[in-house]
């Protein structure tokens, strides 16, 4: 069974849930048209730094970030989605939420890809 999700003018692409291996990080990839989109997420902890921090490397089609303090089961992400690249006329977009259960060094994350139009990024 095919499901089609649409989120005003975005449309769902992927979607679902993935949990850290003994405390690695995640690749969290999608393919659009040939071109593969990625946001590469790694965790530490960090007493020093006073809430949560993100520290972003652009790549040439997604995002590597090192999440600072994501250590609540009340979960921390990106507040709007989060562009990683154009395809076609489009963008492919990735909002996530990162828990972490107790105290396993392992995360799990949320995470949904959209394929959006790029006059998303520019209303105007």
Not at 63 to 80: E, I, K, M, P, Q
């Amino acid at each position: 069974m095919n499901v089609e999700i649409q989120s005003g003018s975005a449309r769902v692409i992927a979607s679902g849930s993935a949990t850290c291996f003994l405390g690695e990080g995640l690749v969290l990839a999608i393919l659009a048209d040939d071109q593969r989109y990625a946001l590469e997420l790694d965790f530490s902890s960090d007493p020093s730094v006073a809430d949560v921090a993100i520290e972003t490397v652009s790549m040439e089609h997604g995002l590597r970030l090192h999440c600072v303090n994501f250590d609540t089961a009340d979960g921390r992400g990106s507040a709007v989605p989060v562009a990683l690249g154009a395809c076609g006329d489009d963008v492919v977009f990735v909002h996530f939420r990162v828990f972490r259960y107790g105290r396993t060094a392992d995360r799990t994350v949320h995470y949904t890809f959209f394929r959006a139009p790029r006059s998303v990024l520019d209303p105007n």
